[in-house]
């Protein structure tokens, strides 16, 4: 199996950054795409950034320019820097990846149990 492990959640002032970490362990041949989704209450899990193997990126609208989404293949880890945050931020942020596990054809999508961010204005 593959878990998928996220740190780096906390609390924010306004103004203020944050770095989000998300690591995948176990028996992997490759990771494609990896991504970071967020859900505030009330609303529905949204696309925050995602990162395919070849390093392109996107965004969504309402985090570009702010945030920065990059990995470490070698550390199977992606990573979610954010700057000038807002209130409107505030969420659990999931870490989502698609992974070809060893001796598998094909990826399956993995999530990691999420990571509180919580922006104060």
């Known amino acids: 199996q593959v878990q998928l492990v996220e740190s780096g959640g906390g609390l924010v002032q306004a103004g203020g950054s944050r770095r989000l970490s998300c690591a995948a362990s176990?028996?992997?041949?490759?990771?494609?795409?990896m991504a970071w989704y967020r859900q505030a209450p009330g609303k529905q899990r949204e696309l925050v950034a995602v990162?395919?193997?070849?390093?392109?990126?996107n965004y969504a609208d309402s985090v570009k320019g702010r945030f920065t989404i990059s990995r470490d293949n070698a550390k199977n880890t992606v990573y979610l820097q954010m700057n000038r945050l807002k209130p409107e931020d505030t969420a659990v942020y999931y870490c989502n990846a698609a992974v070809t596990r060893l001796g598998v054809s094909g990826a399956d999508d993995y999530w990691g149990q999420g990571t509180q961010v919580t922006v104060s204005s």
């Open positions: 990162i395919i193997s070849g390093g392109i990126t």
């Open positions: 176990g028996i992997i041949f490759a990771i494609n795409t």
